[in-house]
């Protein structure tokens, strides 16, 4: 009995949603970024290949997807500009490009053709964090002070920024889920990882991902609170906390300014620098290594914000694609709340934009902590927008952007 090619092509697509899954646990849970990254790359990316023709057809030509192909290869065609050009490392990076591609279609195919199953899948996602940060605690602090050390969890993500960001990501997810899910048992499951996730990223003591987790969290609260005095309360004393953590950081409650903050404006300072030398196209996105005195690596070389880092590489033109892609994406959040009630992917961008701005360098990694909260998030809006467009080619309206 021959198996047609449509039918395949169904099992080589659960297949490789099942891998992909298994390749996002893969932050918490393997060891190490080798085996993370050798697993996305055999198992999810080279399958995908034989659903890219499915997935353009669903997904056609979005104008967010648009964007964010074109800041991808403009930032690609860079590396030819830079200082030095290595080959080498241009084919590193077009490959990283090919696989947030992939990732990014293969994400917004998913939650397009079965939200339902999708969100499962990502609330499962966010019960496997929970898990994870509470085996990490005990695990850490066998080996490592409670007053004197930040917390790093398990898996991939070998510092407390990164970590930080990941964990507090999917306590956002959590409490949204929790606001969202239709039985009692399910609110407080997830409201129980919410709290699970959130003391975690206090414990890493990173102020950005404890300021984005908890300006997140409030803002999802405030704006899903539906005439509930309960939840109206509870946004606006978390969003006070974050209010009193923010002035404390900044040194206006107690001095001096938090060192992390104070750290990075000299660093800020050397990469406007950098870009005054070449502010149209960037100085290309194979970045010029910068060194002390003593010949060791200067801190400037990681930028500790995206969007200066967009515009120290691609200059002018990268800058405004990345804003361009942020403004579409805040286009669609606006209008999901709008039309919707919806206010996740509002938090969604807020948690990211903060982590954004205060840390991370170039947005082509491999599998780090931007897959989580960037890439991820803008391509869960692809999947809304292309529903929102077929649903409204069906009614007869047309489209307004």
């Known amino acids: 009995m021959k198996i047609s090619t449509h039918a395949t092509l169904d099992i080589l697509g659960k297949v490789t949603f099942a891998a992909y899954f298994v390749f996002m646990l893969g932050f918490f849970f393997i060891p190490n970024a080798v085996d993370q990254y050798k697993l996305y790359s055999v198992a999810v990316f080279i399958p995908a290949l034989a659903l890219l023709p499915r997935m353009a057809r669903r997904i056609g030509a979005d104008r967010l997807l648009l964007a964010i192909l074109a800041y991808l290869l403009w930032m690609l065609l860079s590396s030819f500009w830079s200082e030095t050009f290595v080959a080498e490392d241009f084919f590193k990076t077009l490959r990283l490009v090919a696989y947030l591609v992939v990732f990014v279609l293969l994400t917004a195919y998913a939650a397009n053709r079965d939200p339902v199953l999708f969100a499962r899948g990502t609330g499962a996602l966010s019960l496997a964090a929970a898990v994870a940060a509470i085996i990490s605690m005990p695990l850490w602090y066998a080996d490592h002070a409670f007053a004197d050390s930040r917390i790093i969890g398990m898996g991939t993500l070998d510092n407390p920024n990164p970590s930080s960001f990941a964990y507090g990501f999917f306590a956002l997810l959590s409490c949204q889920l929790a606001l969202t899910n239709d039985t009692a048992p399910g609110r407080r499951l997830f409201i129980l990882a919410t709290l699970v996730l959130g003391g975690f990223v206090v414990l890493t003591r990173s102020n950005t991902g404890i300021l984005a987790t908890i300006l997140s969290i409030a803002l999802l609260l405030l704006l899903h609170h539906r005439g509930r005095v309960l939840l109206l309360v509870s946004g ?19 001095s001096p300014m938090d060192s992390g903050l104070s ?17 149209l196209i960037g100085n290309g996105y194979q970045k010029h290594l910068l060194l002390y005195a003593d010949g060791s690596a200067d801190v400037a070389n990681y930028a500790h914000c ?7 590489d691609g200059g002018l033109v990268g800058v405004s694609l990345h804003l361009l892609v942020l403004g579409i994406a805040l286009g669609t959040a606006a209008r999901c709340f709008r039309e919707a009630a919806d206010p996740a992917f509002l938090a969604y961008l807020l948690f990211g934009f903060i982590c954004m701005l205060a840390d991370t360098d170039q947005l082509v990694t491999r599998p780090r902590e931007l897959w989580i909260i960037f890439w991820l998030p803008l391509a869960v809006m692809i999947a809304w927008r292309v529903n929102r467009q077929r649903l409204q080619a069906a009614s007869g309206n047309e489209s307004v952007e």
Do not use: K, N
């Open 306 to 312: 995206a969007l200066l880092a967009s515009f120290r």
């Open 263 to 279: 750290q990075r404006i000299p660093i800020w300072e050397t990469v406007i620098g950098q870009i005054e030398r070449a502010p």
């Open 236 to 254: 606006a004393l978390v969003a006070c906390g974050a209010v009193i953590f923010l002035a404390y950081s900044v040194g206006i409650l107690d």
